[in-house]
């Protein structure tokens, strides 16, 4: 599975941006999807995730009630949109195929990540 990343870019505080993320091959409706965030200094965190079928979700705190994920398995697509954004979800974004779990190391493969800057 490959995964392209896109959607990132700089907006001031409060505003909103939506990620996607485009898998190529047969099984996208196999893994479960997640996604990442590594600001700079920091360890990769969790920020997202969503079943296989896209009936559970699962957020981090620190994003709970601004982010939603979503899947669309016919399109090979997942989507993060991003609202009420702060300072402090700067970051990397990457998408990840694998388990759904909330941990990075349960996920085979990694898109090549995409820019979000927030500023105040």
């Known amino acids: 599975v490959q995964l392209q990343a896109s959607g990132g870019g700089s907006v001031q505080a409060g505003g909103s941006l939506r990620l996607s993320c485009v898998a190529s091959g047969r099984t996208f409706a196999s893994y479960g999807m997640g996604w990442f965030r590594q600001a700079p200094g920091k360890e990769r965190e969790f920020a997202a995730a969503?079943?296989?079928?896209?009936?559970?979700?699962d957020y981090a705190d620190s994003v709970k009630g601004r982010f939603t994920i979503s899947r669309d398995n016919a399109k090979n697509t997942v989507v993060l949109q991003m609202n009420s954004l702060k300072p402090e979800d700067t970051a990397v974004y990457y998408c990840?195929?694998?388990?759904?779990?909330?941990?990075?190391?349960?996920?085979?493969?990694w898109g090549q990540g995409t820019q979000v800057t927030v500023s105040s």
């Open positions: 990840a195929a694998g388990s759904g779990l909330p941990f990075p190391t349960r996920y085979d493969y």
């Open positions: 969503i079943s296989r079928s896209g009936l559970s979700t």
